[in-house]
């Protein structure tokens, strides 16, 4: 997707519609970023194979690969 220089990804994911960044490690719930400052930890997605990152205060960047968090993001989940 193209974004504008210096958005976070998870301003890309709700400009663009995206329904939710991560889902819950117990009932799988899907959840989506809600304070955008880092606080609510709702925003967590695996960004350049790294889980856990806080979408909202991350910005993108040129071929960055972006992936919805399922559970705690451990890789053997
Ligand atoms: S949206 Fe709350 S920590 Fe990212």
């Known amino acids: 997707m193209r974004v504008p220089a210096g958005e ?7 400009v663009h ?9 117990v009932s799988h719930a899907p959840r989506a970023p809600f304070c955008m400052m880092g606080v609510c930890f709702e925003c967590v997605m695996e960004i350049d194979g790294i889980a856990n990152r806080q979408a909202c205060l991350v910005p993108v960047a040129e071929g960055m690969q972006i992936r919805r968090q399922h559970g705690t993001g451990r890789i053997d989940e």
Do not use: G, I, K
Request: without cysteine.
């Open 8 to 14: 976070s990804v998870a301003a890309a994911v709700l």
């Open 17 to 25: 519609a995206l329904d939710h960044t991560r889902t819950t490690p």
